[in-house]
């Protein structure tokens, strides 16, 4: 196009100060009690408000390169829309990220690595409809394309568990297989049945009514043994939500019941056969919104890009990804270049208007506009915890007289271990800034540690010194 090729960028930013690329205000501006608060638009500083009766689903993806503040933006949002609808936020954690903002918050975390959530549940489903489900899961996750027979074997031998028992898991079917020598089926269920791995064959322990119904829960995947296990039980989980959903009466109640966040779940967002797809697709039929989120756009199915009624492209570098989203999105090679130059929190926002759901735009908002969440340390000792919010803490070190580069190596422990450092570490990385004794003591009194703790915290790294003073020697040899 010749305009592109003449107009300077500065020019062309006059240009669009002219015709502003954003969407009317009307379908942007919404009550406190009707939306929730975004931040503005870049050319004409209209506030936008998330309100789904707008959209033509309550559905979102977000990408963005690590740091760039998708996390930050999942924690504001659902924060907000618990205010304005009493919304219940289900996080599905990868990556064990969500953890301590999610107790701050005063939300219960689950780890899955101590419970067990029955494959074989049907949570409200007929028989033939979990078995479609869980061999649909089982493709995903063992890429049964690759083994025909043994998928029919399997699919036979849960229609066979299922009508003897009456609270079936993946050891029964296991067994019949066995019993009926279809010994390759068998072994593929193997990797889910042995000790340590039997996340999905022994009964419920999980209670999924109650999770998605209490506020804010966060469902820590990481503890489970692979990337496999994690997709499967995100997805069972998902599937269900789902279910549970479709027996409530929509459009009843007033706003989202629930929003269920999948961060960085590559698996179960890329596949052609995820029940996330299947959801996003359905559109406003249930009442309850999926948000996906991803450092990498292409783990993004494009189904899901194209559906959801609301996409935020925050940050991103690479041609491939950028590509990916400008295709999916069909915006201006404006806003592309845009987005490889945006700071943290800045996004260009893809809405899908129920008025008008041919046409989809784009816009730039400047930074999303989030409350900076209080983010309590922990020092870990003595048999106690000591709480203390992170800035104050800092304030404190600076008062003692820590130079900015030792608050950030103090403050980079508390960082690599989710928030706790053990009292001892502290206390040895003072004693290496060159703090005595009496000023150190001083210090965890004020913290308030209780004195015999400190007494218990001293002699602990006495030990420690001595038998490494041995260590040391021993080398020195
Ligand atoms: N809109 C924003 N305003 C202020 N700070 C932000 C914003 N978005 C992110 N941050 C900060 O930037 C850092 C990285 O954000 P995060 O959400 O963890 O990124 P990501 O999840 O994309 O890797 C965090 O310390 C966060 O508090
Ligand atoms: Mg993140």
Redesign the pocket.
Known sequence: MYLKKYLTSDIARRFFLVHPPEPRKDLLISGVTEGVYL?KTRWLNVPVFWNYNKLINPHMAIV?????????????FITRAALVWNTNALILDWVG?YNEWVRQAGGMVIHLGKEHLNLLDLGGMSKGERIKQIMSSLDMMLELKDFPEEKYDLEGALEKVYKKYKNPTLVEVEKSLEKDGKKRAARLLKGYIGEGNDFFAKHSTLKLDKLIDSGLVCIDLHSLPSEEMRSLAGLTILQFIKEKMRKEELGKEKGIKLFVVV?EAWKIARDDRSDVITIVREGRKYNFGIIV?S?NPTDINKAIISNVGTTFV?RLILREYKDYMKDSLNYSGYIDEEISRFG??DAAINMIFAERATESLTFLLD????E?PLFVYKIRGGGMDVEVEREQFSRMLFELGLSDEQINMVKLEFEKNDGVIKATTFVSMLERFGYARSSIITFLRQMGVEERNIVEIFSLIRKRKASKGLVDLVLEE
Do not use: F
């Open positions: 931040g963005g390169i690590t740091g760039s503040g998708k996390s930050y933006l999942v924690k504001t990220e961060d989120a450092q925050l943290v929190g930074k999303i506009d989030g900076e």
